[in-house]
């Protein structure tokens, strides 16, 4: 989750005293308004953080001041509030902690104004299909996928093996993941303050391992939910199929042979893969066009050199040493006298992928990926060294998609077969922290791009997002 802030400049909330206006921030998720909050609320959450889990746990919160704040006192509580908040979520018990992501819950329906009441909302399929489920506006994310899985006869023990997305529809019928929902948003408030219907909330499997497909075809529901994304991937091209790949599929779609037509999928380039929207990366040099796609353990790239010529390669997630993703916002007001651009419910912000790869034995590379959907493609980095820490501890997938959709798997749980390394600092100054990556999952060979293989692999083991506040305040509440 990756978080900016900037000062409210339409606050609605009654003022403490005329003499006083309230310092608000907007809490911006993925450069979208997710809620406005006061000082005095974060200080509440920290005070009940610290009543729950005690001083040592809890990082340093900035302290309350007397007096109006100076614009540089301004900076630095902007600055210790970022601090904060990156050490909330990293933690892999209050980040993960039900009060925490509740916060969040509330202030973002209390931000968009909307009452708690009975909604239906339009949940959709791969196949186009809608599925009209009546919930509540306060209904976290959870809440609505068991509503769906429920409308769908989808058993209990499979509900965990899907996860619902934020997607948006292009006019040319393309398909851009924004976001996988989280347990700090509501759904339906995520949805309607877009106020677009272009975006919808895409229900979609949330494995890698075509393993798992298994599990899921056993049951007649998954078996079609399943067959309606490998279809939906096919059309969109996603997946590639020669012409006798697509005869065969065509013959099995005629017979009703929905297996069969998932298998051969299996065997096709890019199954069970995610498309994202072209980008810019500086591999193999600056400024080149891309389109990555994430799928069996890997980023691969589809790379147009300035030259004109098409490259692909493919980077092994077990081959990554670390990954990060930054952020740039423009100043709160420029040198040509703009305002600042986060004071709305949009939020100009350029997000960064990094990974440090390893290239060749002893040789390491970063390689950076401009996207709008970057987040969305750590999102599944992360998701992809869970499930290798899991098959690599001898643990069981299906348990832990259990335990993720109950509610009880913190971060640090697919960490428990490995020592997590500590920080490792970036070798640019201007950048975040990054988290290094464990050494210890099996080799898995390397095709593409890299020109050498190596007998040495290096592995993710987690990421946690990145935090940046930027506004002002005047007074504490």
């Given at each position: 989750?990756?978080?900016?802030?900037?000062?409210?400049?339409?606050?609605?909330?009654?003022?403490?005293?005329?003499?006083?206006?309230?310092?608000?921030?907007?809490?911006?998720?993925?450069?979208?308004?997710?809620?406005?909050?006061?000082?005095?609320?974060?200080?509440?959450?920290?005070?009940?953080?610290?009543?729950e889990y005690g001083s040592n746990v809890v990082p340093a919160f900035p302290p309350k001041k007397i007096f109006t704040l100076t614009p540089a006192e301004v900076?630095?509580?902007?600055?210790?509030?970022?601090?904060?908040?990156?050490?909330?979520?990293?933690?892999?018990?209050?980040?993960?902690?039900?009060?925490?992501?509740?916060?969040?819950?509330?202030?973002?329906?209390?931000?968009?104004?909307?009452?708690?009441?009975?909604?239906?909302?339009?949940?959709?399929?791969?196949?186009?299909?809608?599925?009209?489920?009546?919930?509540?506006?306060?209904?976290?994310?959870?809440?609505?996928?068991?509503?769906?899985?429920?409308?769908?006869?989808?058993?209990?023990?499979?509900?965990?093996?899907?996860?619902?997305?934020?997607?948006?529809?292009?006019?040319?019928?393309?398909?851009?993941?924004?976001?996988?929902?989280?347990?700090?948003?509501?759904?339906?408030?995520?949805?309607?303050?877009?106020?677009?219907?272009?975006?919808?909330?895409?229900?979609?499997?949330?494995?890698?391992?075509?393993?798992?497909?298994?599990?899921?075809?056993?049951?007649?529901?998954?078996?079609?939910?399943?067959?309606?994304?490998?279809?939906?991937?096919?059309?969109?091209?996603?997946?590639?199929?020669?012409?006798?790949?697509?005869?065969?599929?065509?013959?099995?779609?005629?017979?009703?042979?929905?297996?069969?037509?998932?298998?051969?999928?299996?065997?096709?380039?890019?199954?069970?893969?995610?498309?994202?929207?072209?980008?810019?990366?500086?591999?193999?040099?600056?400024?080149?066009?891309?389109?990555?796609?994430?799928?069996?353990?890997?980023?691969?790239?589809?790379?147009?050199?300035?030259?004109?010529?098409?490259?692909?390669?493919?980077?092994?997630?077990?081959?990554?040493?670390?990954?990060?993703?930054?952020?740039?916002?423009?100043?709160?007001?420029?040198?040509?006298?703009?305002?600042?651009?986060?004071?709305?419910?949009?939020?100009?912000?350029?997000?960064?992928?990094?990974?440090?790869?390893?290239?060749?034995?002893?040789?390491?590379?970063?390689?950076?990926?401009?996207?709008?959907?970057?987040?969305?493609?750590?999102?599944?980095?992360?998701?992809?060294?869970?499930?290798?820490?899991?098959?690599?501890?001898?643990?069981?997938?299906?348990?832990?998609?259990?335990?993720?959709?109950?509610?009880?798997?913190?971060?640090?749980?697919?960490?428990?077969?490995?020592?997590?390394?500590?920080?490792?600092?970036?070798?640019?100054?201007?950048?975040?922290?990054?988290?290094?990556?464990?050494?210890?999952?099996?080799?898995?060979?390397?095709?593409?791009?890299?020109?050498?293989?190596?007998?040495?692999?290096?592995?993710?083991n987690d990421f946690h997002g990145n935090y940046a506040f930027e506004g002002i305040g005047d007074d504490d509440l």
């Amino acid at each position: 989750m990756s978080i900016y802030m900037s000062v409210s400049n339409n606050y609605s909330l009654p003022l403490i005293s005329p003499h006083s206006f309230p310092q608000a921030y907007n809490i911006h998720v993925n450069g979208v308004l997710h809620c406005r909050v006061r000082y005095s609320q974060l200080l509440g959450l920290h005070e009940q953080i610290k009543k729950e889990y005690g001083s040592n746990v809890v990082p340093a919160f900035p302290p309350k001041k007397i007096f109006t704040l100076t614009p540089a006192e301004v900076e630095q509580r902007r600055e210790q509030l970022e601090k904060y908040m990156q050490a909330v979520r990293q933690d892999p018990l209050l980040g993960a902690s039900e009060m925490f992501n509740s916060f969040l819950r509330k202030a973002q329906q209390e931000t968009q104004q909307i009452p708690t009441e009975e909604v239906a909302l339009d949940i959709c399929l791969s196949n186009g299909q809608k599925v009209t489920v009546n919930i509540l506006t306060s209904d976290q994310t959870e809440d609505v996928l068991d509503a769906v899985a429920t409308k769908l006869d989808l058993p209990d023990d499979l509900v965990g093996y899907f996860s619902l997305f934020l997607v948006r529809e292009g006019v040319d019928g393309g398909l851009t993941f924004v976001r996988k929902l989280q347990e700090f948003e509501l759904p339906y408030v995520s949805i309607t303050s877009l106020r677009s219907s272009e975006f919808h909330i895409l229900l979609r499997k949330s494995y890698w391992d075509m393993a798992y497909d298994g599990d899921v075809m056993d049951n007649r529901v998954g078996l079609n939910l399943l067959y309606a994304q490998t279809v939906s991937d096919i059309e969109r091209g996603w997946i590639l199929v020669n012409k006798d790949q697509h005869r065969q599929l065509k013959s099995l779609q005629e017979k009703g042979s929905k297996k069969e037509f998932i298998h051969l999928g299996q065997t096709l380039k890019y199954y069970g893969y995610i498309k994202f929207d072209p980008c810019i990366t500086d591999f193999p040099e600056k400024g080149c066009q891309v389109i990555v796609s994430a799928g069996n353990n890997e980023l691969n790239f589809h790379v147009k050199l300035p030259n004109e010529q098409m490259k692909e390669g493919s980077f092994k997630v077990t081959r990554m040493r670390c990954w990060r993703v930054t952020s740039s916002i423009p100043a709160p007001n420029g040198a040509n006298g703009t305002t600042n651009p986060c004071s709305s419910s949009k939020c100009e912000v350029k997000l960064e992928l990094a990974f440090e790869y390893l290239m060749s034995k002893d040789r390491l590379q970063w390689v950076t990926i401009t996207s709008q959907q970057a987040i969305m493609m750590s999102i599944c980095l992360q998701s992809m060294v869970d499930e290798l820490m899991v098959k690599k501890s001898g643990g069981s997938i299906k348990k832990m998609l259990r335990k993720r959709h109950n509610g009880s798997i913190h971060r640090s749980d697919s960490q428990q077969a490995v020592k997590s390394p500590p920080l490792l600092d970036s070798p640019d100054p201007n950048r975040e922290q990054i988290v290094k990556l464990s050494t210890k999952l099996s080799s898995v060979s390397l095709r593409g791009i890299s020109a050498s293989n190596s007998a040495n692999d290096i592995s993710g083991n987690d990421f946690h997002g990145n935090y940046a506040f930027e506004g002002i305040g005047d007074d504490d509440l």
